[in-house]
DNA sequence: TCTGGGGTCCTAGGACCC
DNA sequence: TCTGGGGTCCTAGGACCC
């Protein structure tokens, strides 16, 4: 038995947290550089503000609605992440942690002597007691209906909060009240697909002959046909898997042409890159670079180059090297560029790197340095230790005017409750 | 004019080996 | 008309997730 636990409008609960006045209101937070709607309160998503919506399409009803604006703060939501996946690990010995606000518990094994529901709403409780953010939890025997069940204790008011998928009438009537849509595994592409054939919802779906649904939507779509009819398919990773690739990539706040400007970009992008590398112990045998000119496609400038290591390496300052030679190989003069990226790939355990007879650096001095970088700037704050080139004019930096404090991860943004005085 | 960022897996087809 | 059998590796494209 599975549960799942997904904080509801989980960025938006993160600035109601210490803002209060918030509570209520319309509230949207944005992408980066305040391009898109990537979360919203209730009261958005009732004025109709689409998931994705470009911010520009929306400034009169922002205005008229007086909807409260927020840039992304993502330190700030991966920090309450990480309490709420904290309180979580109370509740079973096996969880994964499956995105910044969701969970899957096992529950196979743990006491519930009041049930699993009881069980499912006590957890729901300690989180809003010890962090403050409400959260739905969804109990059914597979992952995918565990979804489903989540996915109605969010949408259906009767249930509070909590669903328990328990018997297999309730399943089937989830099924049959679930769109096709809503199938996690069924995405943009499929689900029109489907609709056109008559399935249009997740009961359809699971009635559909086994070997037609492996035929036509592959291995994937079998175990999402499986695991709807209550077979386990998709088990719990507790330990999150080693990355294969790792991009760090922004949109710039404005378009830059200099090749110093974009190159100081990337050298930030290669370093946040570079210490997600160390973070999970491995190093990289390639670096690819990528630049996208302003405007649309057709006529907009892309360019990407990748780079191969000699050695695999985990170091800023080597990746750095050919993160450089592959700019050089894509930028063009009198260009206007309005994003860039640096993608880590050919990714190993440090451990396993396969060395060369011919390698000049010295390796065990990288990594000590990069070692004390890492430790500085975990304890003083992020790149405080950084190399030359990621500092200068900035102005790559994208457009956040509506950022809100961190109040949990810095000193400064600190709340202060003042005493008032009569 | 203005539209995010970060991932994974699967398949088909081409190129190659014996 | 008939034309072996078995394999690997790589890439592009398509699909999905948050």
Redesign the pocket.
């Known amino acids: 038995m599975y549960a799942l636990v997904d904080c509801n409008n989980f960025f938006v609960s993160c600035e109601r947290l210490f803002n209060p006045s918030l509570n209520d209101r319309p509230v949207v937070v944005f ?3 305040d ?2 709607v ?1 979360a919203r309160s209730n009261e958005a998503k009732a004025l109709g503000i689409g998931m ?5 399409e929306l400034r009169e009803l922002f205005e008229r609605e007086k909807v409260a604006l927020f840039s992304s703060n993502h330190i700030l939501y991966g920090d309450i992440s990480r309490r709420v996946m904290s309180v979580l690990s109370q509740f079973s010995p096996e969880v994964e942690v ?5 969970a899957f518990l096992v529950l196979d094994g743990i006491t519930m002597p009041y049930g699993a529901e009881v069980y499912a709403r006590t957890i729901a409780e300690t989180v809003m007691r010890c962090v403050g953010i409400p959260v739905s939890v969804g109990i059914a025997p597979t992952k995918t209906l565990a ?1 489903i069940a989540s996915h109605r204790a969010k949408k259906i008011a009767r249930y509070g909060g909590v669903c328990h998928l328990a018997t297999p009438d309730q399943q089937a009537i989830a099924l049959m009240e679930c769109p096709i849509g809503d ?9 029109p697909k489907l609709l056109e054939q008559g399935v249009s919802t997740a009961w359809d779906f699971s009635r559909l002959p086994r070997e037609r649904v492996r035929r036509l939507y ?3 779509g079998e175990r999402t046909w499986r695991e709807l009819n209550g077979e386990v398919c998709y088990s719990v990773d507790e330990l999150p ?1 080693s ?9 710039f706040g404005q378009a830059v042409t200099t090749f110093d400007d974009v190159y100081e970009a990337v050298a930030n ?1 290669t370093s ?2 570079a210490q ?1 590398l160390r973070r999970q112990g491995s190093a990289a045998g390639a670096v690819m670079v990528f630049v996208k000119g ?3 496609s057709p006529g907009c400038y892309m360019g990407a180059l990748q780079c191969t290591l000699p050695v695999a390496s985990d170091s800023t300052i080597e990746l750095l090297q050919y993160a450089r030679k592959a700019l050089v190989g894509v930028y063009r003069r009198g260009e206007a560029y ?2 860039a ?1 640096v ?1 880590l790939q050919h990714i190993v355990p440090r451990e396993h790197v396969q060395l060369s007879l011919f390698d000049t650096v010295d390796r065990e001095k990288h990594h000590r340095l990069m070692q004390v970088m890492d430790s500085v700037n975990k304890q003083v704050g992020s790149k405080v230790l950084r190399l030359g080139a990621e500092s200068g004019r900035q102005v790559w930096q ?1 457009q956040r005017s509506h950022l809100s404090p961190c109040y949990t991860t810095s000193f400064s943004d600190i709340l202060v409750v003042k005493a008032h005085e009569k």
């Open positions: 992408s980066g550089n391009g898109c990537i994705g919506q470009p911010a520009f499956y995105s910044i606000d969701e979804k199938v996690w595994g069924i995405g943009r592409r499929l689900a592959t291995v994937e898997a990355r294969l690739s790792v991009t760090v990539s922004r949109t992008f946040t890159a997600r302003r405007g649309c309005k994003k990226g993608i994208a």
